[in-house]
């Protein structure tokens, strides 16, 4: 796919969003239900930014949105990414809570013993994306 350059500055500062919240002890700490530690993530959603709702997933692809909506992602090539280590974003993609297409963006996070326990994932609504770089293709 063709990015512009505004499209990766926007794509690079999300997963530095994502990397900080990934460090919070509250995401860290296990000890905490998966449920209510996806609901702290409320303050950070920023609608001028186009975010509607972050997910936070366990080590099994078991996931809630920030607003405490359950959604099963173990399928998704970004979740299994995240627990190899890796960051991703994927191509436009159709998103299962909000069943529209999206950019879905996603970074591990490790529990207090520095084990990979899930990931923390955002999306980028494809329309946003578009206004942003309207050579993107489909």
Do not use: C
């Not at 509250?26 to 609608?47: G, H, M, N, P, W």
């Not at 607003?67 to 890796?86: A, E, H, S, T, W």
């Not at 996070?109 to 084990?115: E, R």
């Not at 899930?118 to 994306?129: H, P, T």
Request: aromatic letters at 8%; a positive charge.
């Amino acid at each position: 796919s063709e990015i512009s350059n505004a499209a990766k500055w926007r794509i690079e500062d999300e997963f530095a969003r994502l990397e900080a919240i990934s460090h919070r002890e509250e995401i860290q700490d296990l000890s905490i239900d998966l449920v209510d530690r996806a609901k702290k993530l409320t303050s950070d959603v920023r609608e001028d930014l186009g975010h509607r709702y972050f997910v936070l997933s366990d080590a099994k692809g078991n996931a809630y949105n920030s607003m405490g909506k359950p959604v099963n992602i173990k399928d998704r090539q970004y979740f299994k990414n995240g627990l190899d280590g890796k960051k991703t974003v994927t191509d436009p993609l159709m998103n299962k809570i909000l069943n529209e297409e999206a950019l879905l963006y996603a970074v591990p996070y490790k529990n207090k013993d520095n084990v990979i326990s899930g990931v923390v994932r955002g999306a980028i609504a494809f329309q946003d994306v578009k206004i942003i770089s309207p050579k993107l293709k489909k």
